[in-house]
């Protein structure tokens, strides 16, 4: 068991661990392919995006939006339908519309009692900005992939991050959902993680399911502010 006194700082994936993208994610895909005649399920959709999103990223970077844009087009080419510009730019736009987890907010301000609180996350500097709002909590650091110019799971996401706490890796905590994007690399920089578990038994999901060490699982972030006795 963790001893959750020794952390200073406590960062976050964004998207899939505090916010819930993949119903961002399907209420923009899904209506979009229906009326294109395809009825892919939700299942088919979110293990499309697993694949699409992480082959895109690997690529030289792009800002977000226009990695959002292929992986629309992705979508198009695999269901031999026509995505138009606008259609491909509109998943990025649908952000402002995602919401965070029932447990999110109340469990940040629970955290925020006792740890600084940091966000890193596979986006742009302007999309966050449509979230930020949302968290209900002060944050100390945000690093988004648009001022490294790198995706997670790249190591230098994590190595900007602790430049900017200025604080030894042992006193960060990390919590994430994704084991591929957050959990493996921060591991292999000998940060301590949480792998907040929200798929609950259900094998589909936005994001890759692999083999990575954590030295903590929980199914919420609520979880881990019990576990830290907030």
């Known amino acids: 068991m963790l001893d959750f006194s020794r952390f200073e700082y406590l960062s976050f994936d964004c998207y899939g661990t505090l916010i819930d993208w993949e119903s961002g994610i399907l209420g923009y895909v899904r ?3 229906q009326r294109k005649g395809c009825e892919a399920s939700d299942a088919e959709i979110l293990n499309l995006y697993s694949e699409f999103e992480p082959r895109q990223q690997q690529k030289p970077y792009r800002r977000y939006r226009e990695v959002l844009a292929e992986v629309m087009n992705d979508f198009g080419r695999e269901s031999h339908v026509e995505i138009s510009a606008e259609e491909a730019g509109g998943l990025a736009d649908s952000i402002r519309n995602w919401e965070p987890f029932p447990d999110t907010v109340p469990a940040l301000r629970r955290l925020r009692s006792r740890y600084k609180l940091a966000v890193l ?4 500097d302007d999309l966050f900005a449509l979230t930020l709002p949302k968290l209900g ?10 001022q490294v110019r790198s995706y997670k799971p790249s190591l230098s996401n994590f190595e900007t991050l602790l430049e900017r706490l200025q604080i030894p890796k042992v006193r960060l905590l990390h919590v994430a959902e994704s084991l591929y994007h957050d959990v493996a690399p921060a591991r292999a920089l000998g940060i301590a993680t949480v792998w907040v578990n929200r798929r609950q038994g259900r094998a589909a999901a936005a994001t890759r399911l692999t083999d990575a060490r954590r030295d903590v699982e929980v199914p919420t972030v609520a979880a881990l502010a019990d576990l830290a006795k907030l």
Not at 121 to 124: A, C, E, L, Q
Not at 141 to 146: D, K, N, P, S, T
């Open 137 to 146: 909590v002060e944050l100390d650091c945000l690093v988004m992939a648009q």
């Open 31 to 33: 209506p979009l392919l």
């Open 121 to 124: 996350s596979n986006i742009d």
